[in-house]
């Protein structure tokens, strides 16, 4: 095909028992795209009509998701022959090739892309999409580790369709990842997508899957019936603390399973500051210890500061770089761990910040209002650690609150020093032992500073 409606076909990625994904061209963005097209087949009426339906929702579905961890849906297109979905294109491989016993990843970066995993089945969870077909497969990896869930509206809208799993009505034909509910064909909440995803955590730890049997029937069973056996069992060099975790995310009782992704996300940021062995990157220690160093973080928990590392983004910025812009609407902020910044409102410069200053908290803390009221530029070569509001949101409750309050201290630190300034430029005030006026606030009671400080 040379073209998919506007879409300029580059070459075919990939091809399952439904569709075939293109990579191709997007005339308006001037970007790549990854294009999932499906036929409607004549021989098969019931399931193209099913098809048809499901991309007729799915651009409803995918608008309610925006979160960096997940795939991003641009179009569903559906025409009488055929539909399309058109999708954020994602350089790398899926999880499967890091489930094998010969290509498992080092135990903290297995740890840091789960635990983001959990962060996005948790945002999917609050706009109100159960993905009900979490496995290897449909986890893409980047580069740089990080973790891009896709078919989320497809296992979502097949599953309410057709009363059946995702997984064997794209001809998958096993229930590996499926969790007890699932196979039972019960009703399902956000529980069952940290099941399918404790699993795959297992098998990403041990490079097999805890439940494993020579016929499906037999597999069915083991799922409903026994227990996974524990992780360290199958690799003893892993720390006793993951058991634990992996046990709740499997639980067949729903009421001891982890409620929701940031509980589990939680556990695993636990477990991820035991892991000080050979293979923890020296970047991921650096950046803890400067972290620790921070007057900001004084009061924050190792556990809590990992969560940060989790969350955020470094950004090593030259000088002369626009880190926020006045006019904009935001809700990112973050801290300078190295380097000065000037804050300026309409052109005039308002003060200059340091090492462990924030940038931006106001737009965040605001409980309407997200309009950035100052500009910030960077005034030297400056590491900026950025963190997303929507990202944070799905954070631990101990971290937002310790997050809050150290945010809510600055600006009021910050205040202060303004009460300061413009009290040094303020008429006489009353003599606090006899209550009299000085001779200057008695003739003109309102010479004073006429001072309104402007929101930043």
Known sequence: MKNIGKYKVVKELGKGATATVYLCDDPDTQQQVAVKLVRFGKDNAAMSRRLRKLFQTEGVT?????????????DAIVEDDYAYLAMEYVEGESLEKHCRIDKLLPMHRVVAIIFKCCLALDHAYRQGVIHRDIKPANIMLTANDEPKIADFGLAL??????????TFI???GSPAYMSPEQIKGYALNQKTDLYSLGVVLFQMLTGRLPFRANNQATLVYKIINTDAPPVTALNPSLPESV??????????DLYTRYKNGAEMAKDLSTVRLQIWEEDDTEQDIRHFEALRKLDFFTEFENVELWEVLRVAVWRELASGVAIVREGETSQT????VRGFVEVSIHGRALCRLGASEVVGEIAYLHPTNKTRHASVVTLEPTLFLEISASALALSSEELLERMRNGLIAKMIDRMRKVNEIAAAQGAPAVDVGTGSLSGASRSSPGSGLDLELAPM
């Open 62 to 74: 995918a608008s309610r998701l925006d979160h960096p961890n997940i795939v991003r849906i641009y």
């Open 170 to 172: 794209m001809g998958v």
């Open 243 to 252: 058991n634990p975790i992996i046990k709740k995310s499997l639980e067949k």
């Open 157 to 166: 809208n097949l599953q309410k369709d057709m009363d059946r799993d995702s």
């Open 333 to 336: 902020f973050g801290i300078i």
